[in-house]
């Protein structure tokens, strides 16, 4: 493994990690959700050994809400800056995610396969929605995150709270509480999750707003467990819908581990090997395809 120090355009450095074959020309991107590192996300070390076993290169990419806050270097500043759920802001998504798009660019990988947990794959959502990136071959969203769900626990009082604090100019000071009851933020990231679309796309509802899925031109995979307790109790009927709204539906590939929720508990390796197993059939495709005609 390889640590990552991934500079976007703003100065703030990101970190991930690369897990490293030495020779592949393709690599998986996996975006991280709130709080999804790897204390709390362990899955990504089976993803990556197991992506390296079959010769697939893997990054473990935290965007800004990986760590409640870190201590970091601007390096267009040179100062000293928090990076965390504590301050994030959504508008950063497409830098932060074009951020690892260039590191693999640059380090020469030949087929780039971006993917994203949870917020992660929200944030995926939002950026190829935005940019039909010819780097990225195909998605793999693994269990998007239901904002509606997650937000359920907010109160009017809170969403109060939060609106008049950033009218009177204190948006980036601390919240007096914590958001969702677990989030330590200022009031202008709990705005951005309460009061943006920015992020909150998609939906159990079949006739909400999925205009930016349906912006999608990639081709990709859907991914969620059986168990996962922010779809309302139909994690495949959650998944369905969101790829049923893509231009590429038919095209997709929905995977749906039996028994396990968000974060996949005692399936980790399950789905490792279900993603190595996508990642080579992406790879036969493509071989097919390039191959001249007999």
């Known amino acids: 493994m390889k640590e990552l120090n991934i500079a976007t355009r703003r100065g703030t450095v990101l970190n991930g990690v690369l897990f490293d074959t030495q020779d592949a020309d393709t690599v998986v991107i996996a975006i991280t959700g709130i709080h999804g590192n790897f204390?709390?996300?362990?899955?990504?070390?089976?993803?990556?050994d197991t992506l390296n076993a079959g010769g697939i290169d893997f990054?473990?990419?935290?965007?800004?809400?990986?760590?409640?806050?870190?201590?970091?270097?601007?390096?267009?500043t040179g100062k000293e800056e928090i990076v965390g759920s504590c301050n994030e802001r959504f508008a950063w998504t497409d830098e932060d995610i074009e951020a690892y798009l260039d590191y693999a660019e640059q380090a020469g990988y030949r087929h780039i396969i971006l993917g994203g947990h949870s917020l992660g794959a929200n944030k995926v959502i939002y950026y190829l929605s935005r940019h039909h990136d010819p780097r990225?071959?195909?998605?793999?969203?693994?269990?998007?995150?239901?904002?509606?769900?997650m937000m359920s626990g907010v109160t009017d009082y809170e969403r109060d709270m939060i609106r008049q604090q950033v009218a009177r100019g204190d948006g980036n000071k601390l919240l007096p509480f914590y958001f969702m009851g677990w989030v330590q933020c200022i009031a202008n990231t709990a705005y951005d999750w309460a009061f943006t679309d920015t992020l909150n796309n998609v939906h159990v509802e079949r006739d909400a707003d999925f205009t930016q899925v349906s912006q999608i031109?990639?081709?990709?995979?859907?991914?969620?467990?059986?168990?996962?307790?922010?779809?309302?109790?139909d994690p495949a009927g959650f998944l369905k819908n969101i790829n049923d709204h893509m231009p590429t539906a038919k095209q997709n590939k929905l995977i749906f581990i039996e028994k396990t929720g968000h974060t996949y508990q005692q399936k980790e390796q399950e789905v490792a090997d279900k993603l190595l197993k996508l990642v080579k059939a992406w790879e036969e495709e493509r071989i097919c395809l390039s191959s001249p005609a007999r």
């Open 39 to 48: 204390y709390s996300n362990p899955f990504y070390y089976n993803f990556g």
């Open 59 to 76: 990054i473990y990419a935290q965007t800004n809400d990986a760590m409640d806050a870190v201590r970091s270097r601007n390096v267009l």
């Open 136 to 149: 990225v071959e195909h998605f793999i969203l693994f269990s998007p995150a239901n904002l509606t769900h």
């Open 217 to 233: 031109a990639h081709t990709g995979a859907l991914l969620i467990g059986t168990y996962d307790r922010f779809t309302y109790g």
